[in-house]
């Protein structure tokens, strides 16, 4: 006999004692009670079809046939429990035949006047009452108190905040107002868990990359981030820094960042809902929307001109204008303005020329991406043309198909301009292309997504709705080789930190970096080569965390190299590096950051560090200059070498120990000081770069007396290479090795077999082509060797080599064809006969914002 498993169900809600007169519910009531209930107790899992159940001819309840197995059947009559009876697993037609009939009997007889008269309390109608009302983001959502704010964050743009962005002139950029405002925001909600995409920003002649499926470890990103802060907490919100500022593409500059924020990367890359609004102050809706967001639990971004912050709270007083602003200066100025009003927050003037960026908060079932984004009638891609249409605002349509070569996609629906965006995407969702005109490539032979979209990628412009429209696509053909390799093709994963040898006096964790741009789950292991050095990946409440890393000493004295192996499907990555153990801490290497804390206004720290060659060393403490003392001491008599100095200190170091003092005291013996205050300006960094110096552990290890001779010595790892399965005459190979012992040399070896040893011949080449009247797939072997003998593994690459010009554009009759997805996405529309919608609009309404001219609100630029 089969086994079923249900639930007879009964909601406990408050009871009032009273007659009452019951009603019969529509079918439409039931669907609904039913769609809430499932909300209620948690499942994601939808309606698909729904049935009456029947007995003498009348309707007695409701069959609703959940997705993937499950149903919940409902009452008609409010005298009886909405729901009866219900299961997420098993079919409501394998239930076993008595048990059918005694459901029914129950569901009938609720139906019959007798039933109804009999009952002398309503508190199956308070069940009705409550499922068809239920709104699960009010149960969800923390209750707010007026007079208090939401945030406990006071983040900051710099310093650590910056650390993992890049430098201009040897200087960190800072992180810009919008990705603080932005990150407290994601962090108040804890949300994603996990990231997708890969996002791309040029800036500066770089391109900058964002991969983000990975973890985002909220609790790892402490509420106020200082130097005193653990370095893999510190890493973990300058992470997420560093994602947000190339997901808003922002300008990075040294003094102030501008950005506008991507809500299109909130909803489609960080999971949040798909009905992100925007509101200005000219609204009369503006105050009321803002309370009501708070209310609800949710803090927005809340843009003055030039600065974007977070406002999360507000005052009960009669006006009704005064918010909670965090201002997102390390709880500088975070404080309730009359935002009716000029705000003054420090030398910084704001008019009240607002914007509020809204309804932000973590998306769930069909407000979600993942779920918008399933195939939706009439959209297809058959031959070479999409055809399709824009069902309702903000709709977005993405295909999958093979393009080689000289690409061309034209859009059309029906206006003078093409009207809408196509967008094309590499498989790991990098941005290639984006436009509201026809699109021109020269693609590397690969399965790619096309998006057909009313948006741009930004966010920033919206035309209007509810058109047929078609993309006419021409391409070159794919052979059955160059298929069969797309369709084989995987990236490996990659460990981006930059690992350093270290000295260990006491467990250090450590945040490992590793992803795959393909979204394949990453697999970390660690090992340490000798005992006195134990390595492991944290672990809480059962689970690993995968990017966690803790080295523990267990010796006083000693060392281990660790190696970090990072696997996806059948690739993985190793980076290794030293951990020396000492029974005190000394710092040294090419650049590094000594952080303290000072207890009182008289005390002097004092720390061990190897200086090499020309060194720089500058404090921070939270304030444009230094605002305390350091000097320099010879480590052997504590003699000063430079004095005490509250200004950024050069000295030339001779390779050996010294000593780098702290105080907000010149002198023990009296003179210039600054005040001591708990919680300002007593946390403090000094960074030290020695930019010449010998960062060699052995050295290094034999300066302090430690042996490590009998360590494994470290091979060098080839970079720079992988496989190209696009189709070139002539291909270039470049690399490049990492190593310990410098100078790396290479052996290297060209033919056309999947496996090869290059000879025992080595030479400084790092670049090599290959070209020739044979095609087909070419391999490169190559092995590296550095200055103590140590040989890497052999790497191999792959190639496509041609002899003849590549086959001509033809109609895409390889086009894999999926049926259209669509996205909602925010901003107003216009009117649709105009052609242009809200793009003209915003062009024809340019003004004045600050120092930055902006097109619309939803184009706005951000600095601070």
Known sequence: ?????????????????????????????????????????????????????????????????????????????????????????????????????????????????????????????????????????????????????????????????????????????VTGCVQTALGQIMKYHQHPAKGSGVLTHNWNNQQLKAVLYKDYNWDNMPDVVDSSSPVY?????????????????ANFGVGETSASANTTALIENFGYAADIKIMTNDQTAFFNTLKSEIDSGRPVELNFPGHATVADGYVSDATGNKVHVNMGWGGHYSDFYSLDKTVQAGSYSFAPDLEIIYNIRPCEGTNCYSEISKPESPDALAGSKITGKFNFDGDSDVYEAYLKGNTQLTGNRGYTSQA?????????????????????????????????????????????????YTVDIVTQTLTAEEKAQVSAYDNPPVIANDFRDMMITEPQKLRIDATDEDGD????????????????????????????????????????????????????????????????????????????????????DRYKAILDGQCSITGYNGYSNQAFFSSVLDAANESYLVPMSDKQIQYKGENKLYLIEASLKKSPSGGAFYPYSLGKGDTYSLTVKCPDAN???????????IDISAAPSSVPVITGLSDDISPVKTKVWEWDASSDNLPVTFSYQIDQNKTGTPPDVYSDIKTVSKSGTTGGTWYLHIQAKDAKDNKSAVTTVSAVLVGVTGPANDNLANAIAL??????????????????????????????IGVVEMDCPGSRLFFF
């Open 233 to 249: 907490m510190q890493d973990e919100v300058a992470a997420l820094m560093r994602d947000l500022g190339i997901a808003d593409k």
């Open 420 to 468: 809408f965006y196509i967008t094309v995407f590499k498989p790991n969702y990098e941005v290639l292309s984006s436009g509201d005109k026809p699109v021109t490539l020269d693609l590397p032979v690969g399965k790619y997504f096309i998006k057909i979209a009313l948006e741009n990628e930004n966010g920033s412009y919206t035309y209007d709705a509810k058109t047929d």
């Open 819 to 848: 049926t259209g997805s669509s996205g909602t996405k925010t901003g107003s529309n216009t009117d649709a006969s105009k052609e242009t919608g809200r793009a003209a609009s915003c062009r024809k309404h340019r003004r004045k």
């Open 695 to 705: 960062s060699d552990i052995s050295a290094i290890a034999t300066l302090l007396g």
């Open 1 to 173: 006999m089969k086994k079923f498993k249900t639930l007879i169900i009964t909601l406990t809600l408050c009871c009032m004692f009273s007659p009452a007169v019951f009603a019969d519910m529509s079918g439409d009531d039931c669907r609904k009670a039913a769609e809430n209930f499932l909300s209620y107790i948690g499942t994601d899992k939808a309606i698909v079809s729904v049935k009456t159940l029947d007995k003498d001819g009348e309707v007695i309840g409701y069959v609703m046939t959940l997705e993937n197995g499950g149903y919940v059947l409902m009452s008609v009559s409010e005298a009886m429990t909405p729901v009866k009876a219900y299961s997420l697993t098993s079919p409501f037609d394998t239930l076993p035949q008595w048990y059918k009939s005694i459901l029914t009997t129950e569901l009938s007889a609720a139906l019959q006047p007798e039933y109804r008269e009999n009952l002398e309390q309503n508190e199956n109608s308070e069940r009705w009452d409550f499922l068809l009302s239920y709104n699960s983001e009010e149960r969800s959502s923390p209750r707010y108190t007026t007079d208090d704010y939401l945030l406990k964050t006071q983040w900051n743009q710099s310093p650590i905040y910056n650390k993992a962005l890049p430098q201009i002139d040897g200087k960190n950029v």
């Open 521 to 604: 789950t990453v697999v970390l292991s660690v090992s340490a080569s000798d005992s006195d050095v134990t390595a492991s990946l944290d672990v809480v409440d059962g689970n690993i965390l995968t990017n966690i890393l803790t080295l523990t000493p267990a010796a006083t004295k000693g060392h281990s190299r660790i190696t970090v192996k990072a696997s996806a499907k059948d690739k993985s990555v190793e980076k290794s590096f030293n951990a020396v153990v000492t029974d005190e801490m000394i710092y040294f290497g090419k650049e590094f950051v000594i952080n303290g804390t000072f207890a009182n206004q008289t005390e002097f």
